[in-house]
């Protein structure tokens, strides 16, 4: 069952077997028996020259927006990191104050034995 099976050497073909026909007959040789009409050839279509890129000129007022709004993205992110590290800090506090207690508790038990 777990030993593999291997074809018979005479089953497997010769490289001078395989070479019935020279490549240039077999270049021209249709793909299927069916009457196909060649499609023309087309012209490859030109690429359309891109316009010149003109350069962005911001108005003072485009320019207080854009300052405008990178200061609220600012403050956002800024508020949201803050808000993060002070949920962690709440967190190991209360777990400080937890581990303080059950110690004291289990230091408690001990001393009455």
Do not use: E
Not at 26 to 43: K, S, V, W
């Amino acid at each position: 069952m777990f030993n593999p099976k291997y074809p018979t050497p005479d089953i497997a073909p010769t490289p001078a077997a395989s070479l019935v026909r020279p490549p240039a007959v077999l270049a021209h040789l249709p793909a299927c028996d069916c009457h196909h009409t060649p499609t023309p050839a087309t012209a490859p279509t030109p690429r359309p020259v891109p316009a010149p890129r003109s350069t962005v000129q911001l108005t003072p007022g485009a320019l207080i927006a854009a300052v405008a709004g990178g200061s609220a993205v600012v403050l956002v992110v800024g508020a949201v990191l803050v808000s993060m590290l002070l949920a962690v800090a709440i967190t190991a506090a209360s777990v400080a104050i937890c581990a303080v207690v059950l110690r004291s508790l289990v230091d408690h038990t001990n001393q009455d034995r």
